[in-house]
């Protein structure tokens, strides 16, 4: 997949360009329906595959102390769309003066000059200042300036839409089980293993504390999850949290992580985090003898989860490192 910085840089004379326009934040179920019709219409034409996204993210320039916590970053964006065939994968610069384009301003002076066949959107699609034009603008002025416009159904789970919305929500309930479902695989945080207080370690737990480059980390509890670090997959039992029980609660919650069956020194390292479920929430314990038995019981809990899952399959080190590049 090529990834290309803005318009202006997109290479002249592409075969039949099939489009689709958005944020596409956590790539939920709604947006792997776009983007695999774009894909499947690029490959019957024998055309390309484009998506055109936006950095940052509007709302981060429109309004700043609305904008939503994001549920990637760039490179795992990449990553998955480059897994599900896309060809082209255009970030551009969003601005303030961007915002305030008309939606026939901005099918002109954006789209109208690259040669793009078709564009593909969900059926809730808006664009435009003030969010004013949807999917019928869109078809207007693609018969103006010489595109067909298609529209998608909502991907819809249990009788709701599938929204990046509902996405954070979830995650922000700590029910990242259901997350997994609309996500179509596990909730993932990245960072970098830092030093802790070590009290992991005095309580026969030592953990690896993640500093998240993520911008969402899940609601606070004990989850089973999936770490990947140097290519090697462990299940980890992770707690995030202000650690109450240990006399000097955290200013701000701490992801910490037990991974079973490891032996390495893993500070400075970089490290994936994918959340399978909750096992239970963060509470305060009476002494810290309760609060080792009740880490054991955690522990046990997700290896056997572990054991009866897929949650133990590994992610190939070339991934990886394209994360760690982000």
């Known amino acids: 997949m090529q990834i290309i910085d803005d318009l202006k840089n997109l290479p002249p004379g592409l075969p039949y ?15 792997q329906a776009i983007v695999k019709r774009v894909v499947r219409r690029a490959r ?40 599900m065939g896309l060809d082209i994968l255009v970030r551009f610069p969003f601005s303030r003066q961007v915002s305030r384009f008309s939606p026939e301003r901005f099918v002109r002076d954006v789209l109208g000059s690259h040669g793009v066949r078709e564009i ?38 249990r009788g709701q839409r599938v929204s990046s919305t509902v996405v954070r929500k979830l995650l922000g309930q700590g029910r990242v089980a259901l997350c997994r479902r609309l996500l179509d695989r596990p909730y993932q945080i990245l960072g970098t293993v830092v030093r802790g207080s070590g009290r992991g370690a005095d309580l026969g737990y030592p953990t690896a504390n993640l500093q998240p480059a993520s911008e969402l980390i899940p609601a606070t509890g004990v989850y089973v999850t999936r770490a990947t670090v140097n290519g090697a997959v462990f299940v980890g039992a992770t707690n995030v949290g202000y650690r109450p029980t240990l006399g000097e609660p955290a200013e701000k919650p701490v992801v910490e992580t037990y991974l079973l069956d490891a032996d390495c020194d893993l500070y400075g390292e970089f490290m994936t985090l994918d959340f ?8 305060r314990f009476r002494n810290l003898e309760a609060l080792k038995r009740q880490l054991g019981c955690d522990v046990r809990r997700a290896r056997k989860y572990g054991m009866k899952s897929d949650s133990v399959l590994g992610v190939c080190a070339a991934e990886i490192d394209l994360l760690r590049k982000r």
Request: aromatic share 10%.
């Open 17 to 31: 360009p099939v489009a689709t326009i958005g944020v596409f934040d956590g790539l939920h179920l709604g947006h």
């Open 276 to 283: 399978w479920c909750r096992l239970r929430a963060e509470k």
């Open 44 to 83: 019957e034409m024998n055309g390309s595959g484009i998506l055109l996204t936006f950095s940052p993210h509007p709302q981060k320039i429109i309004s700043p102390a609305d904008a939503p916590s994001l549920l990637q970053l760039p490179a795992q964006k990449h990553r998955l769309l480059s897994k």
């Open 120 to 157: 593909h959107v969900g059926s809730n699609f808006r664009f435009g200042y003030g969010r004013a034009g949807d999917f019928k603008t869109m078809e207007s002025l693609g018969r103006k300036f010489g595109f067909d416009v298609f529209s998608i159904d909502s991907v819809r789970f």
